[in-house]
């Protein structure tokens, strides 16, 4: 009886663990589809675990399914900030312009791939990832 009650114990330790997993994984956008975002940010939350960029699309959008307001998730602050991000790059009311990946189930969010600065410049969120645009995504 003590080896079934310890062997449930780590079972429930381990399985608890698997929803953080899952999280960190980007199975849940549309990582080969690229959509542009031009608005207004809302809010900009730059904190752990991921920076987030709340960001209101008007009518009259040249991509009319982009009209909304989005959840645009970033990586960690550490992550982005060796790209040049920083907590005072945006301010709520700025003018934005970014590129994401979509989530597939529809719902308005996405996985942020990069912004675009006014003077046409990218900024990406990860020091990785701007190599997949070479690669077509």
Known sequence: MPKLKLFSIVMSVVSAGFPVFAHHGFSAFEMDKNVTYAGAV???????????????????????????????????PSIMARQGWNKATYRAGDAIT???????????????????????????????????EAKGK
């Open 42 to 76: 809302v809010e900009y939350n730059w904190q752990n675990p991921h920076a987030h960029i709340i960001v209101k699309v008007p009518e009259g959008a040249s991509d009319p399914t982009t009209v909304g307001t989005w959840d645009i998730e970033g990586a960690a």
């Open 98 to 132: 970014l590129v994401a990946h979509p989530l597939k189930n529809g719902e308005k969010g996405a996985s942020l791939f990069y912004a675009i600065r006014p003077d046409g410049t990218r900024m990406y969120q990860d020091i990785a990832r701007p190599h997949e």
